[in-house]
């Protein structure tokens, strides 16, 4: 990729040493396309690293684009050049990729009139006039950066705010019946006695406003569970802003999350508001808790116990109300035991402590979320799909789901995508990973029939499948008797005919 370097340091910026994006919200990137030697000297005139900006040149859109898409780049510098073609592509490629970089748009309107046109069409902030005056574009662009901070801040709490007030999220009835055949806490997808239980527990949380502490696998639905809290809680008005704890170096955490004062730091070009005071009255998501550093594991306690909030470089103590709720797919008791996380911060946090099973452990759940995920991708990719054939459930039932619930998702929008329209979802329409596992049946594979006898042997059968069938659904007996198709006497018959009883396996 070329690079034309001209400010040093700062625009040294090569493949090898390449910054981590989330850091790029505080440093303020610059992506400067341009050939005009003038230009450039504006730029390196106006902008500095001591004010806190990285600066990336290049001379073609090609180029421009590549860097877009390798780098988080806060603000694109487009000269539109000097002969009659003008390069758009980059331009275009910012506009509809990455919808929050600010746009420049540089032009001599007697040699590329163009440029209004162009600046118009792809929602630049600002055009401007060669020669460039270096006192007004170091202007500009710090405006620029402030609009696009401000605009990320409103995207932010906008988006909150529109999940908070849709109404779709709240499907229970008010009398917290079970809707359409399933179990449903907001939005949350569920048929088995584990996550019935789990609900249960979340519903209780969110009437406190103790923080709480969700384990599980990726996938499983930790995120979706702390919404689903946030959205049944007094809180549900004010908004559940989201941190992502891992991969981010700990200052950055620190400045997202208490916030900053202008001059903090190096690069601390005006202050930010932090997402504990952003939050304040509603929920803040720390995503990957494990993650934090034991320094700031100690900012989190003070945080947890007193609700203080002291801004980078500010002496002023602030106070916010929120709550917190923790995910991780480690297990925190185990790093507790290893020393590696804070024993005093661990019991904070669990106020309520939350496991999501893996979907492996409660497969009765996958025919639920086909169902569920099937109708919602029906309805995104505007497919007429008439459901989904017992075979190909009874293999998606068979897949383990490493990925969990997010793999189940991905797959049925992909089985709804090429299905025919109009038609039942097939065992022909399954990725092969899925339509190879070899099907249990009635999750009995490996079982060895006991006896001498045909009739010996079915017995044994008939037995593990109701054992199987009692402990996977902690015993429900109308629900087993109405899985296995029996009456619910013919299935008490069985249960003392074969001597079985609650707890025992086999
Ligand atoms: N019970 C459920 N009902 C409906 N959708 C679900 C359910 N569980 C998970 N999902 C969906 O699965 C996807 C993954 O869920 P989510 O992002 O909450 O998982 P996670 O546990 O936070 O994963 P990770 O650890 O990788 O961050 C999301 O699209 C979510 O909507
Ligand atoms: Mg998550």
Redesign the pocket.
């Known amino acids: 990729m070329q690079c034309v370097n001209l400010i040093g340091k700062a625009a040294k910026v090569e493949a090898a040493n390449r910054w981590n994006p989330v850091q790029l919200s505080i440093v303020q990137t610059i992506l400067v396309k341009s050939t005009d030697a003038a230009v450039i000297a504006a730029v390196s005139a106006a902008l500095s690293e001591a004010d806190g900006y990285q600066l990336i040149y290049c001379e073609d859109g090609r180029t421009a684009t590549r860097w877009m898409d390798e780098v988080l780049v806060n603000l694109f510098l487009h000269d539109c050049g000097d002969g009659a073609e003008v390069d758009e592509s980059a331009l275009i490629h910012s506009r509809l990729a990455h919808t929050s970089c600010a746009r420049i748009v540089v032009f001599d309107p007697a040699r590329t009139p163009q440029g209004f046109e162009l600046a118009n069409r792809t929602a630049a902030f600002v055009f401007l006039f060669k020669p460039l005056d270096p006192a007004q574009l170091g202007v500009i662009v710090k405006r620029a950066l402030e609009q696009a901070e401000l605009a990320r801040r409103h995207r932010i709490l906008s988006r909150e705010l529109k999940l908070s007030l849709d109404e779709d999220i709240f499907q229970t009835s008010a009398d917290g019946s079970v809707q359409g055949g399933y179990l449903q806490f907001e939005?949350?997808?569920?048929a088995s006695a584990r996550?019935a239980d789990l609900a249960a527990e979340a519903q209780m949380a969110a009437r406190t406003n103790m923080p709480v502490l969700?384990q599980?696998?990726?996938?499983?639905?930790?995120?979706?569970?702390?919404?689903a809290i946030h959205f049944n809680s007094g809180r549900r008005k004010s908004p559940m802003l989201v941190q992502n704890c891992g991969g981010i170096a700990e200052n950055m955490l620190h400045s997202e999350l208490f916030g900053h004062v202008q001059g903090a730091f190096p690069g601390a070009i005006s202050d930010r508001l932090g997402l504990f005071r952003a939050a304040d009255g509603g929920t803040v998501f720390l995503?990957?808790v494990s993650e934090i550093s034991p320094q700031f594991q100690v900012a989190l306690l003070r945080f947890l116990q007193e609700g203080e909030v002291k801004p980078l470089g500010s002496d002023t103590m602030l106070y916010s109300n929120v709550r917190i709720i923790a995910?991780s797919?480690k297990s925190i008791e185990k790093m507790v035991e290893q020393g590696t996380f804070r024993r005093d911060l661990y019991y904070r946090l669990r106020g309520f402590q939350l496991n999501?099973p893996s979907l492996a452990d409660r497969p009765e759940?996958i025919p639920v979320?086909t169902r569920?995920?099937v109708e919602k991708y029906a309805g995104v990719l505007g497919r007429r799909v008439l459901g989904v054939t017992t075979d190909a459930l009874k293999h998606l039932e068979a897949y383990p789901f490493p990925g969990?619930?997010?793999e189940?998702?991905t797959e049925v929008q992909r089985m709804v995508a090429v299905a025919e329209q109009g038609g039942y979802i097939a065992l022909r329409h399954l990725s092969d990973k899925i339509s190879s596992t070899p099907i249990n049946v009635a999750g009995t594979a490996g079982f060895v029939p006991m006896g001498d006898s045909l009739k010996d042997m079915v017995e044994s059968l008939e037995r593990a499948i109701v054992v199987q069938a009692l402990d996977r659904s902690h015993w429900n007996q109308s629900k087993v008797a109405n899985d296995l198709g029996l009456s619910r006497v013919g299935l008490a018959n069985k249960i003392k005919r074969y001597g079985i009883t609650r707890g025992r396996r086999g």
């Open positions: 939005r949350l997808v569920f996550m969700i599980g696998d990726t996938g499983t639905g930790k995120e979706l569970l702390a919404r995503d990957e995910a797919n999501v759940d979320l569920f995920f969990n619930v997010r189940l998702e």
